[in-house]
């Protein structure tokens, strides 16, 4: 009886400091609206992140709402401004203007000059090269690695990129982004082209990203530099092209500004 009412004292001090011990023990809750986390290495490869982050970061890239740029020519002046959030887009020219809505592609003629390109496939075409390495954050995009570009002696590590079935106008176009090893800065972008012949390209275009300017916390192209090209490689520089007037922001732009004008045509 004795060593009955014993254990039972025992039992009762192990159930009572087990209680004891589970009421002490506190976990913190987290809030994680007001956590800060970087979910940029979850989403995309390390690399890729490392080049987004040495041009200035995804998070500040994606705040900015409009872009706007200038090209000098022969022929004047050529100023691409972009909605970024919507891609909607307007290119002014000294005798054209080219808008995309955001459903169609329009081309207005300021005289009686015919525009010698194809405007569905040129609307975009320089916003894409210019806004590098940031684009290739899209949806839709496959990233793997590739062969190092070697180039007059300088090794550039690789990302190739291609897209999903269905993703934009050409979704069998590929891209290659070539960095330095050492900044993580853009050095070179290898791409193909199918929007004419609506196969798979074969041959690799070649753009240097020659030197870079500041704008806005991020750093944006100020000399792209084309190269011709063989065997899927650069050879011998063909020509550059210069960007001025560079404004990036959070303003946002009304859409009429991207409107078809009343005299403009959409371009099939």
């Known amino acids: 009886m004795k060593f009955y009412n014993l254990a039972l004292i025992v039992l009762l001090l192990l159930t009572t400091a087990c209680k004891n011990e589970k009421t002490s023990t506190h976990v913190e809750s987290i809030n994680y609206a007001e956590e800060e986390l970087d979910v940029t290495t979850t989403i995309y ?3 890729v992140t490392r080049v987004f982050d040495a041009h200035g ?23 691409t401004t972009t909605d ?19 459903s169609d592609v329009w081309l207005h003629k300021k005289d009686t000059a015919t525009y010698q390109g194809k405007p569905k496939f040129y609307y975009n ?5 210019y806004a590098m390495p940031f ?11 590739t062969d190092p570009l070697v180039f007059e002696g300088q090794s550039y590590p690789g990302i190739k990129v291609s897209y999903e079935s ?9 891209y290659i982004l ?38 806005n916390g991020l750093l944006l192209p100020e000399t792209l ?44």
């Open 57 to 79: 970061g995804l998070d500040t890239w994606q705040q900015m709402k409009t872009l706007k740029f200038t090209m000098p020519k022969p022929s004047g002046d050529e100023v």
């Open 225 to 268: 530099t084309w190269y011709h090209y063989e065997n899927n490689l650069p050879t011998t520089k063909r020509n550059d092209v210069q960007f001025v007037n560079v404004t990036i922001d959070t303003n946002k732009l009304e859409p009429s500004l991207f409107k078809k004008p009343e005299n403009a045509t959409i371009v099939e």
């Open 178 to 215: 070539y960095y330095d090893s050492k900044t993580h800065k853009m050095a070179w972008l290898g791409y193909t082209v199918t929007y004419f012949s609506k196969e798979k390209g074969k041959e690799f275009h070649f753009i240097k990203y020659s030197s870079w300017q500041e704008a």
């Open 135 to 145: 684009v290739l954050a899209d949806d839709g995009i496959i990233y793997e690695e």
């Open 125 to 129: 075409l320089m916003f894409y090269f």
């Open 166 to 174: 269905g993703v934009g106008e050409s979704p069998d176009d590929e």
């Open 45 to 47: 490869p390390e690399a």
């Open 84 to 102: 970024l959030q919507h891609r909607y887009s307007l290119i002014q020219m000294p005798n054209h203007d080219i808008g995309f809505d955001g």
